[in-house]
């Protein structure tokens, strides 16, 4: 059994929340616009996050902050990422209007955070790498000898130059994950590393390898291995079952709701004795077949064609016409198979 995961109404994407986790967090201006207009936006942004890391109890392992939107690495020793985010975004928000004489929204939506696994498999070098390489993809430096640190608005120079480093930054678990420690070698190993990664980034063959090593950082819904999105749907299972499922969308929701859906046809396959073979053999309308899809139908939200292609039934178009003749067929025999379907 999992901790309490918190989900904190037009459909959204759910907030996993638990203490210790680590998210990958960003988000843009309204319409693209910026959202830093020069350094003192810059300072009272960074001022910000710090007093928030300090009230909420949050480690900053790394950030960028670009010209119309920002990267954050964080880690939560509370389940408090939406708390705080909240209390900081709105803070940001009304300062800059301010500052600006504006009025209304800053940014674009809700923020996304991506939970990122923190142990094995690297993911927790490779967002912080992502994150501190942002400057060069967007083609913020020179063209000619770039170099990454003459970005300012990264945490990226103050992880070489520690005299610099704002309080509530933490570099030794980006450093640690490489080998290298918080002094004087490991800082200019890190430097070198970083600067052979831009290096990479300028060729087309390495254009193409960041491509696909990135590519779940920038359209998936968490970062790490099959184990660790295993462990955040059983996550966001836990906390779905507490609230409403309509209120929520996204990659993840889909993910959640295949793997329900699943569960439902394997355990109604049981109750009705079948097997997939079995099943295969049915024709499209089957009863059998017809309570299986009023079961899903019931408990999980999946598309008529999820439901056509793994119950083999055919057009998607009838799942609906099915779903209503199991629900209404009165037979006694019938109606206590719905039961004992009910209660799988």
Excluded at 4 to 16: E, L
Excluded at 131 to 146: C, K, Q, V, Y
Excluded at 299 to 316: E, P, Q
């Amino acid at each position: 059994m999992y901790p309490i995961v918190q989900i904190v109404g037009m459909p959204r994407k759910p907030r996993i929340e638990y203490a210790g986790a680590v998210y990958h967090v960003l988000n843009r201006g309204d319409q693209g616009d910026r959202v830093f207009k020069d350094e003192l936006d810059v300072d009272n942004f960074l001022s910000l996050l710090g007093k928030t890391a300090g009230q909420c109890g949050w480690v900053l392992h790394a950030y960028c902050l670009m010209p119309n939107h920002f990267h954050l690495l964080l880690e939560t020793r509370e389940a408090n990422l939406v708390a705080g985010m909240k209390w900081f975004m709105g803070g940001y928000t009304q300062a800059y209007n301010r500052r600006h004489g504006l009025r209304g929204h800053l940014f674009q939506g809700r923020y996304k955070a991506l939970p990122v696994e923190s142990g094995e498999g690297g993911y927790f070098e490779k967002v912080s790498t992502y994150i501190h390489l942002n400057p060069a993809r967007a083609g913020l430096l020179r063209r000619e000898s770039p170099i990454l640190a003459e970005y300012k608005r990264s945490s990226y120079p103050v992880f070489l130059d520690r005299k610099a480093r704002p309080e509530w930054l933490e570099v030794k678990r980006v450093l640690g994950n490489l080998g290298l420690k918080d002094d004087g070698h490991g800082r200019d190993a890190y430097g070198r590393y970083m600067q052979e990664r831009l290096i990479e980034l300028r060729t087309k063959k390495g254009r193409k390898l960041y491509a696909g090593l990135w590519k779940g950082i920038r359209h998936g819904w968490c970062i790490g291995g099959e184990s660790f999105e295993a462990e955040m749907l059983g996550r966001l299972k836990t906390s779905v079952a507490a609230g409403q499922r309509e209120s929520y969308s996204g990659v993840e929701m889909v993910k959640h709701d295949e793997g329900e859906a699943e569960r439902l046809v394997r355990a109604g396959m049981k109750v009705l004795r079948l097997g997939n073979e079995e099943l295969e053999r049915m024709r499209n309308g089957a009863l059998e077949k017809k309570l299986l899809a009023w079961l899903v139908k019931s408990r999980a939200m999946v598309s008529h064609r999820w439901m056509t292609d793994r119950l083999k039934m055919g057009v998607a178009a009838n799942v609906g016409k099915y779903v209503k003749d199991a629900s209404r067929d009165k037979h006694p025999d019938i109606a206590h198979l719905r039961e004992r379907l009910a209660n799988v």
